[in-house]
Antibody
Framework: QVQLQESGPGLVKPSETLSLTCTVS????????WSWIRQPPGKGLEWIGY???????KYNPSLKSRVTISVDTSKNQFSLKVTSVTAADTAVYYC??????????????WGQGTLVTVSS | DIQMTQSPSSLSASVGDRVTITCRASQSIDIYLNWYQQKPGKAPKLLIYAASSLQSGVPSRFSGSGSGTDFTLTISSLQPEDFATYYCQQTYSTPPDTFGRGTKLEIK
């Protein structure tokens, strides 16, 4: 059974960098696609970006200049960094697994989510 | 960017009712449309992928249909555990990968 677990600080100061890690167990991160999604309190889902086993990464254009997704295959983890955060980045952040092909299959495994609050 | 219009935004229904939620894309997305269910405080759960394929373990009362620009999620007979928020997601054109704004399904 594939499991994902987000970890990282729950509070980040404005203008600083938000950093989260997703640890994958029960399956290899060297296959499939892996994604970050966020959800501001009381609002809908926003896709942040994904990477796949070939090394391709794609990001939401609204965040692209501030977002980096990286992978550590030795630890079976992938990470998210969002720079220059503001209160608008306050959200529950989820990591999730996509299909072998991003377009086909949907996000079938999700972490439980972690709330990140941007505040001084 | 492809825009996803999900309707209705909220819906009241009773146990046993048949319910349909729609998602319309601003341009053709072939069959690259997924449906998720989210309960308060929980991560979304994949119900339907590729417009009409039922995700493993999901009850057969859930079904999806459509292609091109118009899609529907149908729950044939509502159960108490189905009251939640439902989202569609297009994966035809990435980035960005667009979610609908959600449909909150409430008990009448």
């Amino acid at each position: 059974q594939v499991q994902l677990q987000e970890s990282g600080p729950g509070l980040v100061k404005p203008s600083e960098t938000l950093s989260l890690t997703c640890t994958v167990s029960g399956g290899s991160i060297s296959s499939y696609c892996w994604s970050w999604i966020r959800q501001p309190p009381g609002k809908g889902l926003e896709w942040i970006g994904y990477f796949d086993y070939s090394g391709t990464s794609k990001y939401n254009p609204s965040l692209k200049s501030r977002v980096t997704i990286s992978v550590d295959t030795s630890k079976n983890q992938f990470s998210l960094k969002v720079t220059s955060v503001t209160a608008a980045d306050t959200a529950v952040y989820y990591c999730a697994r996509g299909g072998y092909n991003w377009s086909y299959g949907g996000l079938d495994y999700w972490g439980q989510g972690t709330l990140v609050t941007v505040s001084s | 960017d492809i825009q996803m219009t999900q309707s209705p935004s909220s819906l009241s229904a009773s146990v046993g009712d048949r319910v349909t939620i729609t998602c319309r894309a601003s341009q053709s997305i072939d069959i690259y449309l997924n449906w998720y269910q989210q309960k308060p405080g929980k991560a979304p759960k994949l119900l339907i992928y590729a417009a009409s394929s039922l995700q493993s373990g999901v009850p057969s009362r859930f079904s999806g249909s459509g292609s091109g620009t118009d899609f529907t999620l149908t729950i044939s007979s509502l159960q108490p555990e189905d009251f939640a928020t439902y989202y569609c997601q297009q994966t035809y054109s990435t980035p960005p990968d667009t979610f609908g704004r959600g449909t909150k399904l409430e008990i009448k």
